[in-house]
């Protein structure tokens, strides 16, 4: 692991630099024809001059076939506008260093943000509150999660296009043998965390341990960490968005239990792994479960539908202060030093029509979360029972910052890894109390009390 701060009880002032580059300082970070009626309302457009460039950053896709939807759209809407379309996709902790690059000495026109982003980048980034508010009341509201993190304050700097998803893949035959009731549906399983462990436990005796990245990685580092955090009572900060709320007795002994938990179910290597070392574990039978988006699924229906007939899912298990999900908003944003900012618009107006989202979305088969209302009925998500866990995620999420505002401060918590890295360190040196004691500390820097 980095190094980190030492420390201390003085208040450290966070300058707009840090904030910038937040993400850098905690990151290891459709046939012609078909298109035809889009490609005429395209052509309505204003003309934009002749040789008009647009550059788009995204993280990288792990539903390979939709980012090539992707850039098929984007060339499409080119051609048809006399625009030259670029699209770069990055691995996910390469990302908001280039966002934070391209924030300051330009770059790219149109970028994708996760969650907190828009905060951190909040005086760079262009007004889209027309296009989201169009998008969001077409398709009957937005869901909650969306709603409570894609504006920062009232303006809307970015349109919610949803979250990727995640609950735990398991081996179905490998939980009966661990003696899991209802294995062969895991629609039919809620467990708690213990139960989970407990599972793990005879998985890992058999020969087939659990598997969690706790690296450096945006996705299923925090998307596990956070959610068992909460479950266990801590948080944090309090609703007041200042009193830290990290360092309770029952995250403590949550803490404690986890650490036994990775010893006794775990692959204990996960501590250096990022997002793609589950799915390859996973993929080749090193391991019996891992929270992960439903990529893993997808890719194994592919290419080991042996696996992928012995796979289920389950939502993430609940502690004692309940069930939760870390989702934030992740949406595209146009930078302020673009020089093409009204085609960067014109095409972020005519991608969020119907057809342009829809086709993407479904195009992943359940891997984006929907970020409003329509798609939670959407056919997609009745195709396949094994995916059903995934359509309830919304109604469990929370976002980053929790229990207080999704603000710049719980965004540069979360690229600086704190709460990840509390988890690291308590299962690398075995000590709960002082693993979140550093964490507390480390937060306390960051919230200023």
């Given at each position: 692991m980095k190094s980190h701060p030492k420390k201390g009880k003085e208040r450290v002032k966070l300058s707009r630099r840090d904030f910038l580059m937040a993400g850098a300082a905690g990151l290891g970070v459709a046939a012609m024809g078909g298109l035809l009626p889009d490609m005429l309302l395209a052509a309505k457009a204003p003309a934009f001059k002749k040789g008009t460039k647009l550059s788009i950053l995204q993280g990288s896709y792990f539903i390979a076939p939709s980012q090539d939807l992707y850039k098929r759209q984007a060339q499409e809407w080119g051609e048809a506008n006399g625009v030259e379309m670029s699209c770069d996709f990055l691995n996910w902790p390469d990302l908001q260093p280039k966002i934070a690059a391209s924030v300051q000495a330009g770059g790219y026109d149109i970028v994708e943000l996760w969650g907190g982003w828009n905060y951190l980048y909040k005086d760079n980034l262009v007004e889209l509150g027309d296009i989201a508010e169009a998008f969001g009341k077409r398709n009957g509201g937005w869901e909650r999660y969306v709603e409570l993190s894609y504006k920062v304050g009232n303006r809307c700097l970015g349109v919610p296009h949803g979250y990727s998803n995640g609950s735990m893949a398991y081996r179905i035959s490998w939980f009966k043998e661990a003696g899991c009731p209802n294995a062969e549906d895991g629609n039919k399983i809620d467990l708690t965390w213990d139960e989970y462990f407990a599972i793990g436990k005879k998985c890992k005796a058999n020969g087939h341990p659990f598997g969690q990245a706790l690296g450096h990685s945006t996705g299923d580092p925090p998307g596990y960490c956070y959610p068992y955090m909460w479950a266990h009572g801590a948080m944090e900060v309090e609703k007041d968005g200042k009193t830290i709320a990290f360092n309770k007795p029952q995250f403590v002994e949550g803490m404690r239990k986890f650490i036994e938990g990775w010893k006794d179910a775990y692959d204990e290597t996960g501590t250096?792994?990022?997002?793609?070392?589950?799915?390859?574990?996973?993929?080749?039978?090193?391991?019996?479960?891992?929270?992960?988006?439903?990529?893993?699924?997808?890719?194994?229906?592919?290419?080991?539908?042996?696996?992928?007939?012995?796979?289920?899912?389950?939502?993430?298990?609940?502690?004692?202060?309940?069930?939760?999900?870390?989702?934030?908003?992740?949406t595209f944003a146009i930078l302020k030093n673009s020089k093409n900012v009204p085609a960067a618009k014109e095409y972020l107006k005519w991608w969020f029509e119907d057809k342009q989202f829809g086709d993407w979305w479904r195009s992943q088969e359940g891997y984006m979360l929907q970020p409003v209302k329509k798609y939670y009925t959407d056919p997609v998500w009745f195709k396949d029972p094994k995916m059903a866990p995934f359509r309830e995620q919304p109604k469990y999420g929370q976002n980053m910052g929790f229990a207080g505002p999704p603000n710049e401060k719980a965004a540069m918590a979360w690229s600086k890894y704190i709460v990840v890295d509390t988890f690291a360190k308590a299962v690398q040196g075995g000590d709960a109390k002082q693993a979140i004691e550093w964490g507390a500390e480390q937060l306390k820097r960051i919230y200023g009390r």
């Open positions: 250096s792994w990022d997002d793609s070392n589950n799915n390859r574990a996973y993929l080749s039978g090193q391991i019996s479960s891992t929270f992960n988006g439903s990529s893993i699924y997808f890719t194994a229906k592919k290419n080991q539908p042996e696996i992928a007939a012995d796979t289920h899912h389950i939502l993430i298990p609940k502690g004692p202060a309940g069930r939760f999900y870390w989702l934030d908003t992740r």
